[in-house]
């Protein structure tokens, strides 16, 4: 498999977001279960104590550093956000949060080894090059860091494509769904070592009762083509 830089530029990704900015919130809480899911999952892997440092990338309104303060009060959030409209949005709903403005997803503006925890939800499909990015984060993140990270599979494309036209939202700009095979294939070769790799939401919206037993069901499909169906993969990761 080659694994290979996308056709755009962080630039064109940054002038997406920015675009957005003011009806991202808004947007989102049209499908607010559906969208939160990533911060409840994620807490469940992060595996935090206080004092620990936490990069929170992409953080976009930064809601994600509420689930990670409220789970553990002694942990320290840097966001870091690539749009600055999206910034300005965060520090309106959330201005006790510290934010780093981003320039270019392969040339982080942190030291090496200084976090304890990396969390990147839905940004590896919207980099320019994901490889030197999962690099970066290899090279910020501490000896014992632990990585959660997750992605739409490529197989959510078409439904992506379907509620857009039929719904709206705030779009996703420049990106590029990925199987989940590429996307282990990259982790290996930045040396990220894969302990849990899990689909999820196999029906992202309907009545609850209906979505909770669409996870039911992806629960005991993991491992199968079944769970590759699911719009959010999470891939939890360690140093190699």
């Not at 095979?181 to 790799?197: G, P």
């Amino acid at each position: 498999m080659i694994m290979r830089k996308n056709p755009w530029t962080d630039r064109e990704v940054e002038a997406h977001w920015d675009n957005v900015a003011e009806i991202y919130v808004r947007e989102n809480e049209k499908v607010k279960g559906t969208h939160d899911q990533r911060f409840r999952e994620s807490i469940k892997y992060l595996e935090l104590r206080p004092g620990m440092k936490v990069l929170n990338i992409t953080s976009r309104d930064a809601e994600a550093a509420d689930y990670i303060l409220r789970d553990t009060p002694g942990a320290e959030v840097i966001n870091a956000e690539i749009s600055r409209g999206l910034m300005k949005v965060a520090a309106k709903l959330r201005p006790y949060v510290t934010q780093v403005k981003l320039d270019d997803y392969a040339d982080l503006p942190f030291k090496k080894g200084e976090f304890h925890r990396i969390l990147s939800l839905e940004t590896l499909e919207h980099v320019s090059d994901p490889v030197k990015f999962l690099e970066e984060l290899h090279r910020v993140s501490s000896d014992d860091a632990r990585l959660v990270l997750s992605c739409p599979p490529a197989t959510s494309e078409l439904p992506y494509r379907v509620y857009t036209d039929l719904f709206g939202g705030h779009g996703e700009g420049p990106h590029r769904f990925l199987p989940s095979k590429e996307v282990k294939m990259m982790l290996s070769v930045t040396q990220w070592k894969l302990l849990v790799h899990k689909g999820t939401l196999l029906l992202p919206v309907g009545p609850g009762w209906m979505r909770n037993l669409g996870e039911k069901f992806i629960d005991r499909a993991q491992g199968t083509f079944i769970a590759e169906l699911g719009i959010r993969q999470f891939f939890i990761c360690e140093k190699a």
